[in-house]
């Protein structure tokens, strides 16, 4: 795509007179799941440098570790003791009971990121760090240890916002990364390639803007990097590091890891790299042209790769704002279901068939991305089955949970869920009716400038309306209509887009 700005302006702030409501509905639908009407009016009050200020904030907001990854990371040591010392049978069931326990941890640290990106304030930076993740791809498939994949989110909710190098150095020593990447397999005479490939192509480059020599010879600068016994923590061993010079991008020394590290973000392509995959998660399934993506590239290294003033620069620019970009952009899974439940005002429910089977069932598995290069995203995300996911998961937001059909593991768990206050899992019968109260077609309105990017659908005012004015003319039937609409605008096409 072709945008209709210059490269010169593109990342140019956007003027204050270009702020309005319109703008700030698309800002927190892109920056983070929905705009709801009250943060709306906060936005345009406060201003777009404030706003962006509050979306990015300095310190991170981090995810308190859960219950069950705190047990599972305190079992781990003693686990790895047992499993060197157990016999073929005894491993093989202490592998099934290490599975399932990950399993449970997992369910747990998935349900309270949920709670975390749901809360308003949260939404942006937990969806940024939703986006760094899928840059520094890990598995849950491969990590078969929860306690490994919180800390690996958890550094990277630490670092970013601020240098990216600083991220990727730390991503370097992340447990899950080195499990993950077979940095723990990589031998002084035998230096395992794949961290230095995907550094290279994934991480900071791009593809085409590096050498297999280049790969070969920052393999031999991460060979050492392992992990201590009990599985948990980062440590380097010397004996097995190549202390021998290295030639990466035609610099020869003996580097590290770090140093190869700043090799690459000492080429061209690395100030363009973040930048592209900032337009493919947040504004376009179109890539920008390369002058527009070097244009920000050089301003953001001019900012010394720092993450949050790209961020800021990001969304706070002209181009981000302009009408080419706004309202044509599909929801990932994450995106919807958080986006439901903000604009239902609703909160996440803590039981994983409820939370985290509809998930699954749309196509996006929390901390199981199909590969190392993440989720896709875009037109990959609908098909009549992942459709017929994000309508049955409207329509179950409309009715209560059957608590008789709980199992009592469950029953405990919304038990304590409410005993701390949190009650609103589902939609009460009342909640529409401020809209039923007024006329059809003032109720139509409504409920699209509350739930959809484009207001001005014509079409699909005058149908919500005639629904709305179909049928008995009584109160209570004229609530069931106007509730019934919510639902369908929900379900409809446009709802899909942000």
């Known amino acids: 795509m072709t945008p209709s700005l210059s490269p010169a302006d593109a990342w140019q702030p956007l003027p204050p007179s270009s702020w309005n409501s319109e703008a700030a509905k698309h800002l927190l639908r892109r920056a ?6 009250a943060e709306v009016e906060q936005a345009v009050s406060a201003g777009l440098p404030a706003t962006l200020d509050r979306l990015f904030p300095a310190e991170p907001i981090l995810l308190p570790k859960p219950r069950q990854v705190s047990r599972l990371e305190d079992e781990t040591p003693g686990y790895q003791q047992r499993l060197r010392a157990a016999s073929v049978d005894e491993k093989r069931m202490l592998q099934r009971s290490s599975r399932e326990r990950t399993q449970m941890a997992l369910q747990d640290m998935s349900i309270k990121w949920l709670r975390l990106a749901s809360q308003p304030a949260n939404s942006a930076f ?3 760090v939703h986006f760094l993740g899928d840059v520094y791809v890990v598995s849950s498939e491969k990590i078969q ?3 490994l994949l919180f800390q690996h989110f958890d550094i990277i909710a630490r670092q970013a916002l601020g240098p990216a190098p600083t991220l990727t150095k730390a991503i370097s020593r992340s447990p899950a990364m080195v499990i993950y990447l077979d940095l723990n397999q990589s031998q002084k005479n035998a230096p395992n390639e794949n961290f230095a490939r995907e550094l290279f192509e994934l991480f900071v480059l791009g593809e085409g803007n590096y050498s297999e020599q280049d790969i070969k010879e920052a393999a031999r600068a991460f060979t050492g990097y392992r992990l201590q016994a009990s599985g948990l923590e980062f440590r380097s061993i010397p004996a097995q590091h190549d202390t021998t010079p290295k030639t990466v991008f035609g610099q020869t020394a003996p580097f590290t890891g770090d140093g190869v590290i700043d090799l690459a973000y000492a080429q061209p392509a690395a100030a363009s790299f973040l930048p592209h995959e900032m337009v493919k998660f947040y504004l376009s399934d179109s890539p920008l042209p390369a002058g527009h993506l070097a244009s920000l590239g050089t301003l953001w290294r001019a900012d010394n790769f720092n993450l949050r003033a790209l961020a800021q620069r990001f969304f706070g620019s002209r181009l981000f704002f302009v009408p080419e970009f706004r309202g044509n952009f599909i929801k990932s899974p994450v995106q919807f279901y958080l986006g439901l439940v903000q604009d239902l005002e609703l909160e996440i429910t803590p039981l994983p068939r409820y939370a985290l089977t509809p998930l699954r069932q749309m196509g996006q598995t929390l901390y199981a991305p199909p590969n190392i290069r993440g989720w896709v ?9 992942t459709i017929a996911a994000r309508r049955a998961l ?4 409309f009715v209560p949970i059957d608590e008789k059909n709980l199992n009592a593991d469950e029953q405990i768990e919304l038990l304590a869920a409410r005993a701390d206050g ?8 009342e909640s529409f009716d401020a809209f039923a109260r007024t006329d059809p077609d003032t109720a139509a309105v409504r409920l699209i400038a509350t739930f959809l990017p484009s207001p001005d659908d014509d079409s699909l005012r005058k149908n919500l309306s005639q629904f709305i004015a179909a049928g008995p003319s009584a109160e209570a039937e004229r609530f069931r209509r106007v509730r019934r609409a919510a639902v369908t605008l929900l379900q409809s096409p446009a709802y899909q887009l942000c």
């Open 422 to 429: 949190t009650v609103n899992f589902t939609e009460p019968k």
């Open 32 to 37: 983070g799941w929905t705009a709801r009407p």
């Open 377 to 385: 995203g875009g037109r990959n995300w609908i098909n009549s089955s």
């Open 145 to 147: 240890n929860a306690a």
């Open 126 to 128: 937990a969806k940024w």
């Open 394 to 397: 409207v329509e179950s937001l």
